[in-house]
């Protein structure tokens, strides 16, 4: 249990118990069904919590030349990337930094598959499909919407895979279940099964919800065991990126204030929704905060919760309290570690909050801090 009193103000703190509870199931999963699973800095890339990670999970993919760096120097390994389009500046980089490449489009391999062929050391080349079939509710997170520019139609690319593409990448889950993975697998062996002989190796992106507690991690170890048998000479990579870090940590803000409008009492916190939990307004989602109801309750001191940027929108609410709020008091958003941390922005030169550890001996260690400096040369 973390000590808050040990906290600074605002702060992203994650847990390492729970992290080590979130990656043993990980490694469980994949040595159960045979399958490789990899880290996605899309969702978590907290790189000084790396060495824990890399004691059960070797690889990660990229989506930028910034992530395969990152893979290549804090992972140790060259990462899996897919990034929507390359350019001929950035191609030789990702080269440099990736063992993998998956292209958005065919004419995106055929522009650069001669830089391929004629690089030092081997990469494996792959293509993103698009099964045109999706359980994504949100149009947003949905890469298989009507017109979607994300990967390749079964149609599109017919009866052969062109030669020198060893691999073939899907990535249609958010926050999903096995079931949900078992029907777009349906989809997909019925749109392209008949490429899979051609192939060495397929990856089923992110979205897989491994380490939440409603999740079947037997029905998913069940179903990436049938597709192997199905397929035994293929390689399958899944990548989440959430399953590693859900319910791994909080950010730890203060009420600054307590304002009253039209009967509505606004909590004023040293945190920002638009600037530090993007995904609340962008989602949008209402974030869970320790110790207050979810929902406004008769009787029990009801809240709006405010940031401090000064985006009119920057609030969220109605949570309930059992005492008053006052100012200097720690208001915990839990749940705040994936898709988070990756997706802060400096708007308004609000500080950012610091980062760190809440060690499994009950330490607390400083990843990093924040300060003019890093809003200034940000903007530069």
């Known amino acids: 249990m973390i000590d808050f009193s040990k906290i600074p103000s605002p702060c992203f703190v994650m847990e390492e118990a729970k992290l080590r509870e979130n990656l043993r199931l990980i490694?469980?999963?994949?040595?159960?069904?045979?399958?490789?699973?990899?880290?996605?800095?899309?969702?978590?890339?907290?790189?000084?919590?790396?060495?824990?990670?890399?004691?059960?999970?070797?690889?990660?993919?990229?989506?930028?030349?910034?992530?395969?760096?990152?893979?290549?120097?804090?992972?140790?390994?060259?990462?899996?990337?897919?990034?929507?389009?390359?350019?001929?500046?950035?191609?030789?980089?990702?080269?440099?930094?990736?063992?993998?490449?998956?292209?958005?489009?065919?004419?995106?391999?055929?522009?650069?598959?001669?830089?391929?062929?004629?690089?030092?050391?081997?990469?494996?080349?792959?293509?993103?499909?698009?099964?045109?079939?999706?359980?994504?509710?949100?149009?947003?997170?949905?890469?298989?919407?009507?017109?979607?520019?994300?990967?390749?139609?079964?149609?599109?690319?017919?009866?052969?895979?062109?030669?020198?593409?060893?691999?073939?990448?899907?990535?249609?889950?958010?926050?999903?279940?096995?079931?949900?993975?078992?029907?777009?697998?349906?989809?997909?062996?019925?749109?392209?099964?008949?490429?899979?002989?051609?192939?060495?190796?397929?990856?089923?992106?992110?979205?897989?919800?491994?380490?939440?507690?409603?999740?079947?991690?037997?029905?998913?170890?069940?179903?990436?065991?049938?597709?192997?048998?199905?397929?035994?000479?293929?390689e399958v990579i899944l990548e989440p990126g959430s399953a590693f870090a859900w319910e791994t940590g909080v950010l730890v803000s203060s009420v600054a204030d307590i304002v009253e409008n039209g009967g509505v009492k606004t909590a004023m916190l040293n945190v920002s929704f638009a600037c530090h939990m993007p995904d609340c307004l962008e989602m949008p989602y209402k974030p869970r905060v320790r110790g207050a109801y979810h929902v406004p309750v008769p009787g029990k001191f009801t809240y709006r919760l405010g940031g401090n940027s000064c985006l009119s929108g920057d609030f969220m609410g109605d949570w309930s309290f059992d005492e008053p709020l006052k100012v200097g008091d720690r208001i915990v958003f839990e749940d705040m570690m994936h898709y988070t941390t990756v997706k802060t922005t400096m708007f308004n030169g609000v500080s950012h909050p610091s980062i760190g550890l809440w060690t499994e001996d009950g330490r607390f260690k400083l990843y990093r801090e924040f300060g003019y400096e890093d809003y200034k040369h940000r903007m530069s």
Request: proline letters at 5%; hydrophobic letters at 40%; a negative charge.
């Open 27 to 234: 490694q469980s999963v994949k040595e159960r069904a045979g399958v490789e699973i990899i880290l996605a800095f899309k969702a978590f890339a907290l790189w000084k919590s790396f060495p824990i990670i890399k004691e059960y999970v070797r690889h990660s993919t990229a989506s930028s030349v910034a992530e395969a760096r990152l893979a290549y120097e804090e992972m140790g390994s060259p990462a899996h990337t897919y990034a929507p389009a390359y350019t001929d500046y950035d191609f030789p980089l990702f080269l440099k930094y990736s063992s993998h490449i998956t292209f958005n489009s065919l004419s995106q391999f055929e522009r650069f598959y001669p830089q391929v062929k004629a690089f030092e050391r081997v990469v494996e080349c792959g293509v993103r499909i698009n099964p045109e079939f999706s359980v994504v509710e949100t149009d947003l997170y949905n890469p298989s919407a009507p017109g979607s520019r994300l990967g390749v139609t079964a149609a599109r690319i017919g009866e052969r895979i062109p030669e020198g593409i060893t691999g073939l990448h899907m990535h249609n889950l958010c926050e999903n279940n096995s079931h949900d993975l078992e029907k777009t697998l349906t989809v997909v062996e019925e749109r392209f099964g008949h490429l899979f002989g051609q192939v060495q190796w397929l990856n089923l992106g992110g979205g897989h919800l491994m380490t939440h507690q409603e999740y079947d991690v037997d029905h998913l170890v069940s179903v990436l065991t049938s597709l192997k048998q199905r397929y035994p000479h293929l």
